[in-house]
């Protein structure tokens, strides 16, 4: 089993595809710019040029499509899982604080 089937296990929740910009503001207040894999209701994955330490914690800026306009969302989130992937870094995010209205929005989009 890759490790992608593993992560895929240990989900909560479905995730759809979601390729869209995606902003991390760290700790010192950096930011870093990278893009969205995809997005669930409990987390989201993302490409960024920085290694990340499990467990960081990190806010996300980024939007979700939906049938009127663009929907900009932020969440509160830390740092699952990080792997050197195709010259970049993919890093799996929990959301640890996350509004209903976002989280509806999410699930919309994953039924979709």
Known sequence: ?????????????IRTVLRTSLVMTIRDGN????????IG?????GRFVRQMQL???????????TLHAPLRVEFDAVVA??????????IGFKFVLIGESQKSAIRRLCTM
């Open 1 to 13: 089993m890759s490790s992608d089937e593993l992560m895929m296990e240990k989900r909560q929740s």
């Open 41 to 45: 209701e409990g987390g989201c994955c």
């Open 55 to 65: 467990g960081e914690k990190v806010h996300l800026t980024t939007t979700l499509p």
């Open 31 to 38: 930011r870093i710019s990278g893009e969205s894999v995809d």
């Open 81 to 90: 899982w990080c792997i050197l992937s195709q010259g970049s870094y993919k």
